[in-house]
């Protein structure tokens, strides 16, 4: 997606190494009239003029457009939730927390379900998983309404039981955020961060699921196979 030239370049704000909306659009891979959208739906900061008809770009905006393009072509955000996500980056009083939870939020899919006792019963069932262990997240959020969601569905096609086993997969996933935070916090920038982050949830989801599947075809064979299976 980036390239290594930057061809002419003119200097840009606080010395800012600047480059004309052409070369920008060469350097990410975005065309100038996408750029240009970008600019009026007030995800992307406008350049600064140079001339009644030109404008210079530095490195913010590279760093921006490749923010913008994780949360649309990576998180399948739409622009309204990008625009909510730019304006918690922009919020100097947001903590990276928030910043990070605005952004997951966007990302979780919403499931619409009718009020009912078997809904209930999963967010009941999500709330006391959440209070056991002690996790600093509220049952109510996008994720835990999701995972009610999940649950909920189960015990629709006769799987209620299968929040026994819900344990086994918090501990999983506890192990999974704190490699994911681990690997988030190693860069500085609030972009950059947050677009890690969008990058790493959506792409280690079907990572983790394709290491799930992979470890089901071990556990199958362990649990069912025969010696035969084992070679």
Same mark, same amino acid.
């Given at each position: 997606?980036?390239?290594? *030239?930057?061809?002419?370049?003119? /200097?840009?704000?606080?010395? /800012?190494?600047?480059?004309?909306?052409? #070369?920008?659009?060469?350097?990410?891979?975005? *065309?100038? @009239?996408?750029?240009?959208?970008?600019? !009026?739906?007030?995800? $992307?900061?406008?350049?600064? $003029?140079? *001339? @009644? =008809? +030109?404008?210079?770009?530095?490195?913010?905006?590279? +760093? !921006?457009?490749?923010?913008?393009?994780?949360?649309?072509?990576?998180?399948?955000?739409?622009?309204?939730?990008?625009?909510?996500?730019?304006?918690?980056?922009?919020?100097?009083?947001?903590?990276?927390? &928030?910043?990070?939870?605005?952004?997951a939020n966007r990302l979780v899919p919403r499931y #619409? !379900? #009718? @009020?009912?006792?078997?809904?209930?019963?999963?967010? &009941?069932?999500? %709330?006391?998983?959440?209070?056991?262990r002690g996790w600093h %997240?509220?049952?109510? =959020?996008?994720?835990? #309404?999701?995972?009610?969601?999940?649950?909920?569905?189960?015990?629709?096609?006769?799987?209620?039981?299968?929040?026994?086993?819900?344990?086994?997969?918090?501990? %999983?996933? /506890?192990?999974?955020?704190?490699?994911?935070?681990?690997?988030?916090?190693?860069?500085?920038?609030?972009?950059?961060?947050?677009?890690?982050?969008?990058?790493?949830?959506?792409?280690?989801?079907?990572?983790?699921?394709?290491?799930?599947?992979?470890?089901?075809?071990?556990?199958? =064979?362990?649990?069912?196979?025969?010696?035969?299976? !084992?070679?």
């Amino acid at each position: 997606m980036m390239g290594v *030239s930057v061809g002419k370049a003119v /200097e840009g704000r606080k010395g /800012e190494h600047a480059v004309r909306i052409g #070369e920008l659009s060469r350097r990410t891979g975005v *065309s100038v @009239p996408t750029i240009k959208f970008y600019v !009026r739906e007030g995800l $992307l900061p406008a350049g600064e $003029l140079t *001339s @009644p =008809n +030109q404008a210079s770009y530095g490195e913010t905006h590279v +760093q !921006r457009l490749r923010l913008i393009r994780a949360l649309l072509d990576v998180g399948g955000m739409s622009v309204a939730a990008i625009r909510d996500v730019i304006v918690a980056v922009e919020d100097p009083e947001r903590s990276m927390h &928030k910043v990070l939870g605005v952004t997951a939020n966007r990302l979780v899919p919403r499931y #619409e !379900r #009718e @009020p009912d006792t078997v809904i209930e019963e999963a967010r &009941k069932s999500v %709330a006391e998983l959440v209070a056991a262990r002690g996790w600093h %997240a509220y049952p109510e =959020n996008p994720a835990g #309404e999701a995972l009610a969601a999940a649950l909920a569905a189960l015990d629709d096609v006769g799987h209620g039981g299968f929040v026994e086993i819900l344990d086994a997969y918090a501990d %999983a996933a /506890e192990k999974v955020a704190r490699a994911d935070m681990d690997y988030v916090a190693h860069h500085v920038a609030r972009e950059a961060l947050v677009e890690s982050a969008v990058v790493g949830t959506v792409l280690g989801d079907a990572i983790f699921a394709a290491l799930r599947r992979l470890a089901h075809v071990d556990a199958s =064979n362990r649990v069912f196979g025969g010696p035969a299976d !084992r070679e």
